[in-house]
DNA sequence: ACTCAGCGCTTACGGTATATACAGTTGCGG
DNA sequence: CCGCAACTGTATATACCGTAAGCGCTGAGT
């Protein structure tokens, strides 16, 4: 606990203090001189992490098994990790590389914007855990996750829109990329099948309950991939945001 | 496991059967003949975890703790749910009430579903712990979750766009709803004040690594007040489906 | 050469979900 | 009315999990 730097007042023994692990995603860590050397880095342990997280979900990593890839014992892991919340941390700025540059994607905010939120929809495609990952509390934000949220802003500067307004909007545009990632993710291709087959024969159960549900089932609304999910969305709301400039 | 109706085939001994999960959410549990008096339903066991998440959070919501709230052991629970999963399932199910009669809300489509993202934005309010619960995996919909989903889609009807796109409307609209609560959920009052302020420090360290984000908070777009965010992001996506609509 | 910070390990605790076996209770069929 | 079968709740046990505490060894600075 706080074993770091001064001797510290120590007054609450939990509660690890958030600038321990801002200092880590923010790879601020002094290396010791003294003892052995570090086998590990926290950076090398989020990385094994991520892989196995790729593998197996999220649920499956444990201290346990994350140690056990590199032939430790999971007690060793907390020699560079205060916890397991901010392995978790680590691994989200971990898989956060740094973020596209959006001036190849076009001039005007718009095409910049849709790029933003594609290359964000590609690392929750590659890394489906993010989800659940960034859905636990805490929220520090390293640097990755800053400069992907300065990207989206700064591509925002030149829409006229006042400072609150562009804040807004990116709240918007993020929070659909990750909402749309979740659906989904839920709705792996034969579970949705399956899904539809359950639900239809509730349907036909009860059938008068869901009129709207039931009329969109049968239009085959759940299973048409005519539309992209997230290119329709993203036009929604870049046209709603068109309508609020063209306001102002 | 697997003691309901028929000796069933048991191939695969783990891996809950959905139709049993299912029947479970449509409260269609044929009550038994024979032995003592059940002194639970599945209901009111869903009813005190509700209530405990409500109080608590979802993280302390343990077969444990569910049990003793009704003085029985946490095994018993086991003869009225198959496992915590089904219990989650049930506690989101119980949380949803019959969605509000939109009809009330106005006569147009927009006032409806603007109706419907506030009242789904009510719940999410009342209980926070539902962003956590639904996005553990699942999603088998019980009646209520498919009323609400009816509702939303009915209020589309009127618009004159097709089936696909009234539901990728609908996908919009409630994934909005969600990761807004979401982001809310994660920034209560004073802990923004603190993360503005930690962030701040850091901006002023890695000074021009981040411009737009640190003009962005010199403005004081993340402190405003000024925008819902709720109503902020609804306004902007209805405008891009009436843009949508106008087009057709 | 000595010291001691830092590393990795072992052990232990309290928590979780849940499988299994058992004892008590109830109602139906004979 | 009796006994069996179904059903209840409980106790016990397993296999995890995160992590606190303390021990012995390593190896660089003095």
């Keep these: 606990m706080a074993r770091a730097a001064k001797p510290r007042e120590n007054k609450d023994k939990k509660a ?6 801002i200092a880590l995603l923010w790879g601020e860590q002094d290396q010791p001189a003294r003892g052995p050397k570090p086998r590990l880095t926290p950076q090398r342990i989020a990385e094994a992490a991520v892989t196995l997280a790729d593998a197996e979900g999220l649920e499956s990593v444990s201290m346990n098994k994350v140690a056990a890839g590199f032939g430790v014992s999971a007690m060793a892991l907390y020699r560079y990790v205060p916890g397991k919340a901010e ?5 989200v700025e971990a898989v956060l590389a740094e973020p596209p540059d959006l001036s190849a994607a076009g001039s005007g905010w718009r095409p910049r914007l849709s790029a933003w939120a594609h290359c964000q929809w590609g690392v929750y495609q590659a890394h489906p855990w993010l989800l659940a990952a960034t859905a636990m509390r805490r929220q520090i934000m390293g ?7 300065d990207a989206a802003l700064a591509a925002l500067e030149p829409t006229g829109l006042t400072s609150g307004q562009r804040h807004q909007v990116f709240l918007l545009i993020a929070g659909q990329v990750r909402s749309l990632a979740q659906q989904l993710a839920d709705f792996d291709e034969d579970h949705n099948r399956e899904w539809g087959r359950l639900t239809s024969e509730l349907l036909n159960r009860h059938s008068n309950r869901f009129p709207a549900l039931t009329k969109a089932i049968a239009d085959g609304a759940f299973t048409s991939t005519e539309l992209d999910p997230l290119d ?9 945001v068109q309508v609020l400039i063209d306001r102002a």
């Design 16 to 21: 690890r203090d958030l600038p321990t692990g």
């Design 143 to 149: 640097p990755h996750q800053l400069a992907w949220m």
């Design 232 to 240: 329709f969305g993203l036009d929604r709301i870049l046209d709603g």
């Design 87 to 91: 392995l978790v941390e680590l691994m």
